[in-house]
């Protein structure tokens, strides 16, 4: 079982509507989490980062986190065609050392 | 601030040759990190230094690989002898206090 998991997609979305991005992983001594945006031939970029239990909104952006079901998920309102890209699940590990990325969700949001 | 700096931003070599891959990560920032990005594996973790230490090396695929962080302000990954499935991205990142990754431009490699 990889340690960060994520559907890879692709996930389409008419523009306007909500993209629901999910990611689960297997540390449960994980306590951070973050959400980076790939653009092809790009570097990841931080998006949103949570630390606790519950919802964190960041404008059209808001990550939600589960400890208990060991569950992140990143909602993006009024999808935008320039919101098309890969996003990229990470949490850093048990003491707080490596950063562990899922594989990616690649969102496409149709004009 | 610059941002990482990552060099080069393109290499292509023969199998056989060695290749150094060159980071200078963001001023202030003790952890430095080494990633490869592939479409078939994703983004992996080669090699992490801690003030300038390195920490957790397990990514490293075999002992072709080598990275140094002789100071806080540059580290090298070097593959020698390359091979054509090191093919890849590879990406240098350095993290602040909250545990944020600020990853550079990438050095993509190819080897024929």
């Known amino acids: 079982q990889k340690e960060v998991e994520q559907n890879s997609g692709p996930l389409s979305v008419p523009e306007g509507a909500i993209a629901s991005l999910n990611c689960t992983y297997s540390d449960r001594g994980s306590q951070s989490f973050f959400w980076y945006r790939q653009y092809s031939g790009k570097s990841p970029e931080l998006i949103m980062s949570?630390?606790?239990?519950g919802d964190k909104e960041d404008g059209r952006f808001t990550a939600q986190l589960n400890k208990a079901s060991q569950y992140v998920s990143l909602l993006i309102r009024d999808s935008q065609p320039s919101d098309s890209a890969t996003y990229l699940c990470?949490?850093?590990?048990?003491?707080?050392?490596?950063?562990?990325f899922g594989a990616g969700t690649r969102l496409f949001v149709k004009a | 601030d610059a941002g990482v700096i990552q060099s080069p931003r393109h290499e292509v070599t023969e199998m056989g040759q060695e290749v150094t891959l060159r980071c200078k990560p963001i001023?202030?920032?003790?952890?430095l990190f080494w990633y490869r990005q592939t479409m078939m594996r994703g983004l992996e973790l080669l090699i992490y230094f801690n003030n300038n230490v390195p920490i957790d090396d397990s990514g490293m695929p075999e002992d072709r690989f080598s990275a140094k962080m002789p100071n806080a302000s540059f580290s090298t990954l070097k593959i020698q002898p390359s091979e054509p499935r090191d093919s890849a991205v590879y990406f240098c990142a350095s993290r602040d206090g909250s545990g944020e990754l600020f990853f550079g431009e990438g050095s993509r490699l190819t080897v024929l």
């Open positions: 001023s202030g920032h003790n952890s």
């Open positions: 990470a949490g850093l590990n048990t003491g707080g050392f490596k950063t562990i």
């Open positions: 949570i630390y606790s239990n």
